[in-house]
């Protein structure tokens, strides 16, 4: 018998990752679907950690049979495996993992199904590409899925080396899940907060009318009110605007301190420096604000465009103040005076939602839509998360390679020897040595003993076709540190290495989760790492 109010079986089971991302994010989880190409060990310990927090589908295609170099590298291959499609036994192995996911196989090779049946693309949440894929291949991949907003992660993993680009096209989100939301609204209270102040204010400094107890539980924000109105008072009514004068207000706090263990009269003091600032409007959401898309709206327009011009509209009737989001930090006070406090803030915030709500619905109407189309509870979290979004439109494949990257990122980091530029490049080598026409078995350099130094050093030419393409000055000195890179990719001859695949199926699963859940700030738009150094970094590019 179930207890009214008890945790479901799956929120029992999904406990830990509903606290990350919410019911809201792990909907969208058990929604989607997700393509990997080619069963690599990197591709399918991607795949083990989206299985586990329950994606609802996924899809492998692969035409490889299991060898026993896959043995050494994927632990979801076993002996009896030897021989058999390698898609079909990680499938299998991979839907033991959690009975609630549906997992699918094609025998077949990406290159077919971009010939015979590219229309299935469309079904897929998010396609991940690993293994040995030409540029050609991933290119056609980028041109089908780019413009229907559908993400590729391009992923490889070759040694003690791994690389994943992000081709992304507009990928809005709302909740970044910032360190806090908390506005006190210090500089600008609101007739509510500041009549609670004013009731207040008579008794802070009488010691006939409040007593030493209660004078220690003050909320801290409403000692702060009333002595930004006494500083006020003798400033020309600005609050304090710099370094100086903030200390200054600090001694103007610990003068009201009756006694010194007064813990509220501290959090005032600690509170300061990081609420004592001018409003605005931050640069990520104004820019969304000015964006085209939010000042023009249309029939097609989504969710999240006319939600920010909802605020925006507000924010302009409202002096530049985006709403409240209504959080209150913890602080030492009486139950009964922060309940009240917190009630304040709670009931602001819901009065600018309400505002919002309002305006959100004549905006849909006016665009001839159902003014019911956005739920409430949508535009409450952007209400909510309003100083905080993010809006990434991130580069195609196909203007990566094709109008070629940034070549600026590229030659400022080619003089540092340190840098892990050197193994992008070596890895772009490499995928050029595997897209060779005359390389028609895909054969990875240095799979083969007798010629690695003649592999590496056509390695070393493509890099240096790259670098001439882009118009990139470069010298035997500059590339050293390119050259240390292709000798330990082309050391590894195209294998992989276990350890670095789980640590790559780990980085590239919470990728994928962050743009399917739209929350927290995903990378923009690759990273490489280096298993050697341990260390990572992220270019645009």
């Not at 025998?107 to 894929?133: H, Q, R, Y």
């Not at 290119?139 to 690389?163: H, K, Q, W």
């Not at 150094?533 to 590019?541: A, K, N, P």
């Amino acid at each position: 018998m179930s207890v009214p109010g008890a945790p479901t079986a799956k929120e029992k089971k999904y406990d830990r990752q509903l606290r990350l991302w919410g019911a809201g994010g792990q909907e969208a989880l058990e929604t989607a679907h997700i393509l990997l190409i080619n069963a690599t060990a990197a591709g399918t310990e991607t795949l083990k950690n989206l299985v586990l927090p329950g994606i609802g589908r996924f899809t492998i295609v692969d035409n490889a049979a299991v060898t026993d170099e896959d043995l050494g590298t994927n632990f979801f291959l076993d002996d009896n495996s030897i021989g058999l499609s390698r898609a079909q036994k990680t499938c299998e192995l991979l839907c033991e993992l959690n009975p609630e996911v549906q997992g699918h196989f094609i025998n077949d090779t990406i290159e077919n199904i971009l010939k015979s049946a590219p229309e299935k693309l469309k079904d897929f949440t998010i396609v991940i590409a690993t293994g040995d894929i030409p540029t050609a291949t991933l290119l056609s991949l980028d041109s089908i899925l780019y413009p229907l907003g559908i993400p590729i992660f391009a992923v490889r993993c070759v040694g003690f080396t791994m690389t994943c680009r992000l081709a992304l096209s507009e990928h809005p989100i709302v909740e970044t899940h910032p360190a806090s939301t908390v506005d006190l609204r210090l500089f600008n209270p609101f007739p509510e907060l500041a009549a609670l102040v004013d009731e207040k204010a008579s008794s802070m400094d009488d010691k006939e009318k409040m007593t030493t107890h209660e004078h220690g539980h003050l909320p801290y924000v409403l000692i702060l009110l009333q002595a930004l109105q006494e500083w006020r008072s003798t400033h020309d009514n600005n609050p304090p605007s710099n370094y100086s004068q903030k200390n200054e207000f600090k001694s103007l706090l610990r003068s009201k301190m009756w006694n010194a263990d007064e813990e509220n009269f501290e959090e005032a003091i600690a509170a300061v420096l990081p609420h004592f600032n001018v409003p605005s409007i931050p640069s990520d959401t104004k820019a969304i604000f000015q964006d085209e898309k939010c000042t023009n709206l249309t029939k097609e327009s989504t969710s999240f465009w006319i939600v920010a011009r909802a605020i925006k509209d507000f924010t302009e009737k409202n002096d530049g103040l985006l709403p409240l989001p209504g959080a209150l930090p913890d602080m030492k006070a009486e139950s009964k005076d922060y309940i009240r406090l917190q009630n304040t803030y709670k009931a602001k915030a819901r009065a600018d939602l309400a505002v919002v709500v309002g305006i959100v619905k004549d905006l849909l109407v006016g665009l001839g839509r159902g003014s019911g189309e956005i739920a409430e509870s949508e535009v409450e979290t952007f209400c909510k998360h309003a100083g905080y979004i993010k809006l990434i439109r991130g580069r195609s494949l196909n203007a990566e390679y094709e109008q070629s990257p940034r070549a600026q990122v590229i030659s400022s980091d080619l003089s540092d020897p340190t840098s892990l530029i050197h193994y992008y490049l070596g890895l772009r080598a490499y995928e050029a040595f595997i897209s060779d026409e005359g390389n028609t078995q895909r054969t990875a350099p240095g799979a083969e003993d007798p010629i690695v130094d003649t592999d590496a050093g056509k390695l070393n030419k493509h890099v240096t076709e790259l670098l001439d393409k882009l118009s990139i000055t470069h010298s035997p000195e500059l590339l050293e540190g390119t050259e240390k890179a292709i000798g330990e990719i082309v050391r590894a001859g195209g294998g992989e290495l276990h350890n670095i695949a789980s640590l790559t199926g780990g980085i590239v699963a919470q990728e994928v989760i962050k743009v399917i859940t739209k929350q927290y700030i995903t990378m923009n738009n690759t990273v490489v790492f280096d298993g050697i150094s341990s260390r990572s970094q992220v270019y645009q590019l």
